[in-house]
């Protein structure tokens, strides 16, 4: 009379019933070792896919359903990641910017300053001019929101950018910067070595603003160009010019662009000289308070 088991089942129990009684458990867990070492690659990916498909993913201001393709998800996390690394470069430059500003106005303080205004680019001159439209809005020490006076210089990170040519109302004021065509300041050439300012043996000359981001040095005589190693690359700083803040002086004003020939006075170099950053493109610029030229 058969038992109603099929065969297979009699084979297994056997099998089973063999390798239970003869096989020493040693060999059986160096067999299990063995192919968790090789499945375990399988292991880690059906463990993850497995925490994706079960719950919700946030990162950041994003939520993933878990309805979403693994895959799909990857890559909206990787997007999302890119978008905070990008915001975490923002700020920490915003926070250096910020950083920068407060040692100026300690180091203002010092010499005698009453303090800095940070201000808003928010137009141009529709003329052509190197002329910017500025308004306060925010402002350091004791000084309040906008308050502006002519001839009241002005900087930004890469040295100085003009002096305020006329005032409005609700803090608003028109920025001169220093190449526009009416600009007019007492620079002298050097280099930048080891972080110190090696100056070169030229006099102090009157630069002057030629417009569209450029200034221009007229009265150098070409021998004493020569002698000098001027080369493109030189820097120009401000000079200890009346005209502007003594905090200022030692200020950089731009880099050296070209170096030729007068064409229209003979035995005269023209050097032209460009700030390190393009003044028309400026959105920031800080104006020094409380002290007028």
């Given at each position: 009379m058969s038992s109603g088991l099929p065969g297979i089942f009699w084979v297994s129990f056997f099998l089973a019933l063999g390798t239970a009684l003869f096989v020493p458990i040693a060999f059986g867990d160096w067999v299990r070792g063995s192919l968790q070492f090789v499945l375990w690659p399988a292991r880690l990916l059906h463990d993850a896919t497995s925490r994706l498909d079960s719950t919700p993913s946030n990162a950041g201001s994003i939520t993933i359903d878990p309805s979403t393709p693994a895959g799909e998800r990857v890559r909206l996390l990787t997007d999302e990641n890119a978008r905070l690394s990008q915001q975490v470069a923002l700020l920490t430059s915003q926070l250096q910017a910020v950083t920068v500003r407060l040692s100026e106005q300690d180091r203002l303080a010092v010499q005698g300053e009453q303090g800095l205004s940070m201000a808003r680019v928010v137009g141009s001159d529709s003329g052509g001019r190197d002329v910017v439209s500025i308004v306060g809005s925010a402002v350091t020490d004791r000084n309040s929101i906008g308050g502006y006076e002519v001839n009241q210089a002005a900087i930004y990170s890469g040295g100085v950018a003009g002096k305020i040519s006329s005032v409005g109302v609700a803090g608003q004021a028109q920025l001169r910067l220093i190449t526009d065509r009416d600009a007019k300041l007492t620079g002298i050439f050097g280099r930048f070595e080891n972080?110190?300012?090696?100056?070169?043996?030229?006099?102090?000359?009157?630069?002057?603003?030629?417009?569209?981001?450029?200034?221009?040095?007229?009265?150098?005589?070409?021998?004493?160009?020569?002698?000098?190693?001027?080369?493109?690359?030189?820097w120009v700083v401000l000079h200890e010019d009346p005209q502007w803040p003594a905090a200022l002086h030692g200020r950089k004003v731009g880099v050296v662009s070209y170096i030729g020939q007068r064409q229209d006075a003979t035995g005269f170099a023209e050097v032209r000289v460009r700030p390190q950053m393009n003044l028309l493109q400026l959105r920031e610029v800080t104006v020094v308070v409380g002290q007028v030229k």
């Open positions: 972080a110190s300012f090696k100056r070169l043996p030229l006099e102090p000359i009157v630069v002057e603003g030629m417009g569209q981001n450029e200034m221009r040095v007229s009265l150098l005589k070409s021998p004493d160009v020569a002698t000098s190693g001027l080369k493109l690359g030189d």
